[in-house]
């Protein structure tokens, strides 16, 4: 499966309600195409991140989005009941722990075969071994750091659209790509205090900009596995 670049970084985490609602609609390509491009990267990572290999990691996003599809009709709404995160998270999990296993049966046809491949066997058997139980806390931390990343991620594309370039660039250039203070001085032609003036009004709109996002992801979705 060939993963496409995200299109859409404003609405890399966040999936509006009305949005949700336009996926009953099986047949309306485009939202479908606009749910796959919020969320293929962060099922993806996750998937790497619990262990699996790069092509176990792409079925897993398809499989999610398949069962997804399937199941679109039976989705409400109600924050009392969990968001949309934590229902993706619960969908994302289940087909992750529905990969290890087939990479467990795998190794132990590999094993009871003795023409098996042994390097073959070794390496399925280190894969699974690299892979934290799905049912416990592992999946569930590396899902939160993830979803955190991303969620910085959009906020940073929203606020680039909002702040001055040059303002953007000084504080890409002395926080993300951490250089010193006085090299962005001397890059950007400004003094330390502006600097830090900058640093400090463009980090205030990107927490605001991930709380806002953050508030917009909470949409109720609760369900059986599928």
């Known amino acids: 499966m060939n993963v496409p670049p995200s299109e859409r970084h404003d609405e890399l985490i966040p999936t509006r309600q009305s949005l949700l609602e336009r996926l009953k609609d099986l047949d309306d390509s485009e939202s479908w195409r606009e749910f796959f491009e919020i969320y293929w990267r962060l099922i993806y990572n996750v998937a790497l991140k619990a262990g699996l290999p790069e092509v176990e990691a792409q079925e897993v996003v398809q499989e999610t989005v398949i069962a997804i599809s399937r199941h679109i009709d039976e989705f409400e709404y109600d924050p009392k009941r969990g968001s949309f995160k934590n229902y993706l998270l619960k969908m ?127 949409l109720g979705a609760e369900g059986q596995k599928v």
Request: proline share 4%; with cysteine; glycine share 2%.
């Open 92 to 218: 994302t999990r289940w087909r992750i722990l529905d990969r290890v296993r087939k990479l467990e049966n795998e190794r132990k046809n590999l094993v009871r075969h003795p023409e098996a491949d042994a390097s073959e066997s070794t390496r399925r058997t280190s894969t699974v071994d690299r892979i934290p139980d799905p049912d416990g806390d592992g999946i569930s931390a590396v899902w939160e750091e993830e979803w955190r990343r991303n969620l910085l991620e959009a906020a940073l594309e929203r606020v680039k659209d909002r702040v001055a370039p040059r303002h953007f660039q000084v504080f890409y250039s002395c926080v993300l790509k951490e250089q010193p203070v006085q090299t962005v001085c001397r890059m950007f032609g400004v003094n330390a205090a502006q600097v830090y003036m900058i640093k400090h009004r463009v980090s205030a709109q990107i927490k605001k900009q991930m709380k806002l996002l953050e508030k917009r992801a909470c």
